[in-house]
């Protein structure tokens, strides 16, 4: 049996992170990860170049049962923490837009720092292991793994969310928080794009490819970046962020105009081109192939401009910035970015990590019901619960 100090269970983000800074205390550290590459889901996140944190990160920007419990680790590690960190390691980084730091090269320079930061301090990381059973002691745990069994005195539990299962994505996190008499927060796929009823996809599968800037709102929140029309339904940034705010069943609004005034405009266009057809005036304004769709998919009369009269221009133009579109549901956990609910809070110490009645089990990073929005928050979340687990193992 090997005995360390502390074990971690996964090695992405939050489980890598941790692990240095146990380790750079002194203690001896062993992280354990079923699958047979190390950081999957860094490596493939941001498009391949991690979005590895956020210049404007605040609580706010986090969704939780407890908006109050990510305070403490995102004030006590903070995104510019981070930076630094990565600024030693001389990686070069952009910001993309809204705060968003992406690496120039690659999200492997990423990966690389971890494993940088556990080898530098002497964190063990073992790959393709299978945990079988863990067992309480009465001064720590007990593990049998396909590598062996493991003695410690620390257990962090790092394993992530359910999304991404083709990246071994599992529901371990959560049996061992039930194991050990921990509630769980109903899990959904967050940041995930949208699928629609047939009667709404057999038309805007038409539009595949076609991005707008556009405002979504659900449920009193709204985000104001681009959709995507895909072939199967609706993703983009603005589409994503609003999914974790969204419940099956309701609507979503679209404004699909929304740095401007779209009636102001066309009354504008009806002085200066009367004769100009309905769909001339709006592809100023969206792409053409869009206009053609749009007109039939609202059931627009298409004719000259000075034929509308009294309100009609102003109701065309709530046709698109009023759009509400009801969702069948999301992609799912298949494509979806994060994982919502989760091991809940109120069980654990938001200064340590630490479940508050299972002496030295922790739970760090997405399995924790703390999800953040896209763009960096969720890595963010990642290194600041890490650091403080690491403070304490």
């Not at 404007?56 to 305070?71: G, I, Q, T």
């Not at 340590?352 to 963010?380: H, R, S």
Request: charged fraction near 20%; aromatic fraction near 10%.
């Amino acid at each position: 049996m090997q005995q360390v100090d502390v074990v971690i269970i996964g090695a992405g983000a939050a489980g890598l992170f941790c692990a240095a800074q146990a380790a750079k205390r002194g203690r001896t550290v062993v992280v354990l990860d079923h699958a047979k590459r190390i950081g999957g889901k860094i490596l493939m996140s941001g498009g391949g170049r991690c979005n590895f944190t956020n210049m404007y990160v605040e609580p706010a920007n986090f969704l939780s049962d407890n908006p109050h419990f990510c305070k403490s680790a995102l004030s006590r590690y903070s995104q510019w923490d981070f930076i630094g960190l990565v600024s030693e390691y001389g990686i070069a980084y952009h910001e993309k837009t809204l705060g968003q730091l992406f690496c120039d090269d690659s999200a492997k320079q990423i990966v690389n720092l971890l494993l940088g930061e556990c080898d530098k301090t002497g964190a063990k990381v073992l790959s393709s292991c299978t945990i079988t059973e863990i067992e309480k002691q009465s001064s720590g745990f007990v593990l049998q793994s396909s590598l062996g069994a493991f003695e410690c005195e620390s257990l962090v539990v790092a394993t992530g969310g359910l999304s991404m299962p083709k990246l071994g994505a599992s529901p371990f996190g959560y049996k061992i928080a039930e194991q050990f008499g921990l509630r769980v927060k109903p899990t959904r796929a967050g940041l995930v794009p949208f699928t629609l009823h047939d009667h709404d996809k057999n038309v805007l599968a038409d539009l595949s490819g076609i991005s707008l800037e556009a405002s979504a709102e659900a449920n009193n929140t709204v985000f104001n970046e681009n959709i995507l029309f895909t072939h199967r339904g609706l993703s983009g940034p603005a589409v994503l962020q609003i999914s974790s705010f969204w419940h099956p069943g309701q609507d979503v609004c679209f404004n699909l105009y929304p740095s401007g005034d779209l009636h102001q405009e066309l009354l504008q266009a009806q002085i200066q081109s009367p004769d100009a057809q309905l769909s001339t005036a709006l592809s100023k304004f969206y792409p053409k192939r869009f206009v053609q769709t749009a007109i039939g998919y609202f059931a627009l009369d298409n004719k000259p401009l000075r034929q509308y009269q009294g309100k009609q221009l102003q109701q065309i133009a709530e046709v698109f910035t009023q759009w509400r579109l009801k969702p069948n549901g999301t992609e799912g956990y298949r494509t979806a970015e994060v994982t919502l609910g989760g091991v809940d809070t109120d069980q654990l110490s938001s200064k340590t990590m630490m479940a508050k009645d299972v002496e030295g089990l922790y739970f760090i990073g997405e399995v924790v019901d703390v999800t953040g929005w896209l763009g960096g928050y969720n890595f963010q979340w990642a290194w600041s619960s890490g650091w403080v687990a690491g403070q304490e193992v």
